[in-house]
């Protein structure tokens, strides 16, 4: 396998967890459009590549955070809201056809800066809690290779989520143990970070219980490598960020 020198797309990824009473907490999980160029079919959590009115919408907004980081912030909540139709982040409800405006506008290509400005809408980047970011080297095999933030933010009450029918076809709540049997029963596929996220948020039982866990551990970007273990190639991560599986045999890891 040949290693790529590529820097990497800044992106951003949101886990939305609903609680439950007496049951682990549910995120929302989408699959990926086939015809996707990343991830194709795979599950994974909303988001996508950060972009320039996120920066310029940040340079407004962000207040003390550094710019590229309220820009991710940003690009969660933007990207959220156009996959599936759900505010996050938001200081107030938003009502349902106020949300489907929004979301029109958004697949049109308006700005979220501008239509923020048109609905009387602000946004709260400080209810996305850093949880993880991932950065993994480009390989032959990888289409395109993304520098990946990760937030938890609680799921908005009294809002549904729909598909966007263009980036995935399918949306769905699951607890995260739940979501890795479906994909062992060959039910669903996630690539290799999003595996790791999982197992790592299948360990807790709320929001509360995720957020103080995410609050513990420095976010540093997480680099997989190959490494040679018992005779057998394993794609591997660092051992002290709170996964609890930290490689896997290179012959069943999905990469993007």
């Not at 200081?91 to 609905?119: C, F, N, P, S």
């Not at 994909?183 to 970070?193: A, L, W």
Request: include cysteine.
């Amino acid at each position: 396998m040949t290693k790529i020198m590529d820097e990497g797309r800044p992106a951003a990824t949101v886990v939305i967890i609903r609680d439950r009473i007496g049951a682990s907490p549910e995120m929302l999980m989408m699959e990926r459009a086939s015809t996707m160029a990343f991830a194709a079919g795979a599950l994974v959590f909303p988001g996508g590549a950060v972009d320039a009115g996120d920066h310029a919408l940040a340079a407004s907004i962000g207040g003390e955070l550094p710019q590229d980081e309220a820009a991710a912030r940003i690009a969660a909540i933007r990207e959220t809201l156009e996959e599936s139709g759900l505010a996050i982040a938001f200081t107030r409800t938003v009502e349902a056809d106020r949300l489907a405006a929004m979301r029109q506008a958004l697949a049109a290509g308006a700005g979220l800066g501008d239509i923020l400005k048109v609905h009387g809408l602000e946004i709260a980047l400080d209810a996305l809690v850093p949880f993880a970011r991932w950065h993994p080297p480009g390989f032959e095999q990888a289409r395109r290779v993304f520098d990946t933030r990760f937030y938890l933010v609680r799921a908005p009450e009294g809002q549904s989520a729909s598909v966007d029918a263009t980036e995935n076809v399918r949306l769905f709540w699951s607890a995260a143990a739940d979501t890795l049997a479906l994909c062992d029963r060959g039910e669903g596929e996630v690539i290799f970070p999003t595996r790791r996220n999982l197992e790592r948020l299948a360990q807790f039982a709320s929001f509360d219980d995720l957020a103080a866990h995410a609050r513990s551990i420095p976010v540093e970007k997480v680099t997989p490598w190959a490494e040679e273990r018992e005779g057998e190639p394993h794609l591997c991560i660092p051992t002290h960020l709170g996964y609890p599986v930290t490689s896997e045999p290179m012959r069943g890891v999905r990469r993007a």
